[in-house]
């Protein structure tokens, strides 16, 4: 039986006041949920005061992204292990919004995800088609070619120690949620794609869905069989809603 996790991905929002707040109200508004595992990945400058206040907690958090080298003259970057500097669980690799707006192809995802891995951390990692892609009939082509530069480069074994998120494109900050049903179909592709390779490794990995869940349909996208839990975008900064979200996995 597969535990649900959710994580939020706050993108590049936050305050030292507001996190502040945000973090207080999460701590104290899951502290009584045990069934699911909870974490948030925040931007860089923020990672030491979310350590600070979340270390003894059951809340994790992670970052956004990372490089795909270890050290270097890679002006701006940020390696794995400097993450794990800072108490770091979880990386997401290969968000649609880094692939689309910062050229990251599937090559470099893969060297991000392998990074990440090799320091220590869990890639959460994101595949997900346009709203074109999906309206072209491709979207299992175009996830499945994500997810197999994955496979061809870190072997199918690597996927023990990482997370996947469905986050289809056309559902990300729009409001536009894929329907249970639509998510589930994606989610029971890649879980069988995986199979195919190893059925002990495509049983137990987590898939999240992302892509609008708010308080109001978290919990029928998490009944879904092959859903188990969610990345979070907009409504991961509002306490309340993320909370509410954390509680439907919960249940
Ligand atoms: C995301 O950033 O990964 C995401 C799913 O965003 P939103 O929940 O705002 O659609």
């Known amino acids: ?11 590049m929002h936050g305050g030292m006041a507001q996190n502040q707040d945000l973090l207080g109200a999460i701590v104290a508004g899951t502290a009584a949920l045990r069934n699911a595992g909870f974490a948030v990945c925040v931007p860089y400058p923020y990672l030491a005061q ?9 809340i994790q958090w992670g970052a956004q992204n990372v490089s795909q080298y270890d050290k270097g003259a890679y002006t701006g970057e940020v390696s794995a292990a400097m993450l794990m500097d800072f108490g770091c669980r979880y990386a997401i690799a290969g968000h649609s919004e880094r692939r689309a707006l910062y050229g990251e192809d599937s090559r470099t995802v893969a060297l991000k995800f392998k990074a990440t891995q090799a320091a220590g951390l869990i890639p959460i990692l994101c595949v997900g088609e346009t709203l074109d892609q999906r309206e072209a009939g491709i979207t299992e082509q175009v ?10 480069s870190a072997g199918i074994n690597a996927l023990v120690q990482s997370v996947l998120a469905y986050e289809p494109v056309w559902a990300i900050g729009t409001g536009k949620t894929a329907t249970p049903s639509q998510a589930q179909d994606v ?5 069988d794609r995986i199979a195919a390779h190893s059925p002990e490794v495509a049983a137990g990995l987590k898939i ?25 975008g907009g409504a991961s900064l509002v ?7 954390c509680r439907a996995a919960n249940n």
Do not use: C
């Open 239 to 245: 306490a309340d809603e993320f909370i509410a979200i």
């Open 50 to 58: 979310t350590q600070t206040l979340l270390r003894d907690t059951p």
């Open 1 to 11: 039986m597969r535990s649900k996790l959710v994580a939020g991905n706050w993108k």
């Open 143 to 152: 996830v499945a070619e994500q997810l197999d530069a994955i496979i061809e």
């Open 187 to 191: 989610h029971a592709f890649i879980r």
């Open 208 to 232: 999240l869905y992302g892509g609008s869940v708010k308080a109001n349909n978290a919990e029928e996208l998490f009944a879904m069989p092959d859903i188990d839990g969610g990345l979070i």
